[in-house]
T-cell receptor
C-alpha cells in the first residue's frame, strides 16, 4: 500500500529565515505530487504540482519554490520566510486511474509552520 | 464567482439526525468529484468519490447533479465521530493543454452533539 510522509510535523521559524519541507511517497511509482497551503480557517491553496522528476509547475507567485530531485521526493523551500507564509502545508500524491478516469489525491500528515 | 463553493456552516445537529451538504461548481467540463473529511489540525482524508450514478457507503450517500452543477453529501444517523469539516473537490480540466487540477471548496463544518 502507498504511504506518504512529511516532516517536520511542526516548525516555528523567524521572519527572514530559510525553509525546507520534505515529502516522500512509498509504494507507488511516478506519482503526481502536489504542495498545498491551508491558512487558518481557509481552504486549500495549490502551490506547486509535479508530474515527474525535475518538472515543477507553480500555481501562484510567491517567495516559495519546489523541487523534485527523485521520483518520490518533493521539497518545498524558501530563502526568506515572510509572516504570511504561516500555515498548514500539505503534500499530496495521485496516480491516474485510466479505467475510472479519475486522478484521486491523497494527503500527507502536513507540516504546521508558524513564522514569527 | 468561486470555482467551487460550499456553505461554511457550522451545521449543528443531534446524534441520529440526517444532514446534507451541497457543493456547487462553475466549470461544466468537470468530470471528477470527491468528498474529503478533515478533522481539526489534521490532513484531509478521502471520504468518497462521486460517480454520475451516485454512490453509497454505509451511512454516507453522494450524488451528482450535472444540470445544476452541484454535488451533495448525505449523512444518515449522525454520530458524534462524524464531527469534522467536509471538503468537496472538483477537477478543473485545462482549456488548452496543461494540467487537470483539483479545486477544493473551503469546507462545511459539521458538529454533532449528544
Amino acid at each position: 500500500s502507498q504511504t506518504i510522509h512529511q516532516w517536520p510535523a511542526t516548525l516555528v521559524q523567524p521572519v527572514g529565515s530559510p525553509l525546507s519541507l520534505e515529502c516522500t511517497v512509498e509504494g507507488t511509482s511516478n506519482p503526481n505530487l502536489y504542495w498545498y497551503r491551508q491558512a487558518a480557517g481557509r481552504g486549500l491553496q495549490l502551490l506547486f504540482y509535479s508530474v515527474g522528476i525535475g518538472q515543477i509547475s507553480s500555481e501562484v507567485p510567491q517567495n516559495l519554490s519546489a523541487s523534485r530531485p527523485q521520483d518520490r521526493q518533493f521539497i518545498l523551500s524558501s530563502k526568506k520566510l515572510l509572516l504570511s507564509d504561516s500555515g498548514f502545508y500539505l503534500c499530496a500524491w495521485s496516480v491516474m486511474d485510466s479505467g475510472a478516469g479519475t486522478d484521486t489525491q491523497y494527503f500527507g500528515p502536513g507540516t504546521r509552520l508558524t513564522v514569527l | 464567482r468561486k470555482e467551487v463553493e460550499q456553505d461554511p456552516g457550522p451545521f449543528n445537529v443531534p446524534e441520529g439526525a440526517t444532514v446534507a451538504f451541497n457543493c456547487t461548481y462553475s466549470n461544466s467540463a468537470s468530470q471528477s468529484f470527491f468528498w474529503y473529511r478533515q478533522d481539526c489540525r489534521k490532513e484531509p482524508k478521502l471520504l468518497m468519490s462521486v460517480y454520475s450514478s451516485g454512490n453509497e457507503d454505509g451511512r454516507f450517500t453522494a450524488q451528482l447533479n450535472r444540470a445544476s452543477q452541484y454535488i451533495s453529501l448525505l449523512i444518515r444517523d449522525s454520530k458524534l465521530s462524524d464531527s469534522a469539516t467536509y471538503l468537496c473537490a472538483v477537477n478543473s480540466p485545462p482549456r488548452s493543454g496543461g494540467y487537470n487540477k483539483l479545486i477544493f471548496g473551503a469546507g462545511t463544518r459539521l458538529a454533532v452533539h449528544p
